[in-house]
């Protein structure tokens, strides 16, 4: 069982917007840590896609978008490509645990 | 370009060891905490262990603890896990990953290794 929880699965057609969702609580994201988010293609390294929230690291593009409210954050992804199917996973930080993941969600493009 | 290659991974027994190394280049090594993180099969990433810039500190899963020894090695770019006691239930892809820290906002982790495979099997 993750610390963060998002949906097993997400899908969209491609041009559609989809978002995934990441809730914590009061001893991480309600706390005021960041949240940021991983793509993970099965066999590679995880990526860095969002920090801080809605920061982009330098090449990834602006069809992706975080944010952060309360104990929770999402992630968005608008004009679906079909090279935008992996798994993604939120992150933050937690008071008793420190490094806290999601148990990840699989996007498929349709 | 920042490089993180981890290397040591195998098949090994219930109740055996294992050590992992983890190789930086590109980059200050000993001006960031590093971390290992696994991934079981059909599981979700999961934080390992951490350690600190010096190596004098050390944190760890409850998972983990007791079993398993992170270390590092400035002088040579070097991250180590020795994993001791292995249950099945430590089979997974381990990762290293370089830590950048966001003062009270938290941390994250900018670059990855590809990963090492460890089997806990008999």
């Known amino acids: 069982q993750s610390v963060l929880t998002q949906p097993p699965s997400v899908s969209g057609a491609p041009g559609q917007r989809v978002t995934i969702s990441c809730t914590g609580s009061s001893s991480n994201i309600g706390t005021g840590y960041d949240v940021h988010w991983y793509q993970h293609l099965p066999g590679t390294a995880p990526k860095l896609l969002i920090y801080a929230n809605n920061d982009r690291p330098s090449g990834v593009p602006d069809r992706f978008s975080g944010s952060r409210s309360g104990t929770s954050a999402s992630l968005a992804i608008t004009g679906l490509q079909a090279e935008d199917e992996a798994d993604y996973y939120c992150?933050?930080?937690?008071?008793?645990?420190?490094?806290?993941f999601g148990g990840g969600t699989k996007l498929t493009v349709l | 370009q920042v490089q993180l290659v981890e290397s040591g991974g195998g098949l090994v027994k219930p109740g055996g060891s294992l050590r992992l190394s983890c190789a930086a280049s590109e980059f200050t090594f000993s001006d960031y905490y590093i971390i290992w993180i696994r991934q079981a099969p059909g599981r979700g990433l999961e934080w390992v262990a951490e350690?600190?810039?010096?190596?004098?500190?050390?944190y760890y899963a409850d998972s983990v603890k007791g079993r398993f020894t992170i270390s590092r090695d400035n002088a040579k770019n070097s991250l180590f896990l020795q994993m001791n006691s292995l249950r099945a239930e430590d089979t997974a892809v381990y990762y290293c990953?370089?830590?950048?820290?966001?003062?009270?906002?938290?941390?994250?982790?900018?670059?990855w290794g590809q990963g090492t495979l460890v089997t806990v099997s008999s």
């Open positions: 992150q933050s930080y937690d008071s008793s645990l420190r490094g806290v």
């Open positions: 990953a370089r830590v950048f820290l966001s003062g009270v906002a938290g941390y994250y982790f900018d670059y």
């Open positions: 350690i600190n810039t010096s190596g004098s500190t050390t």
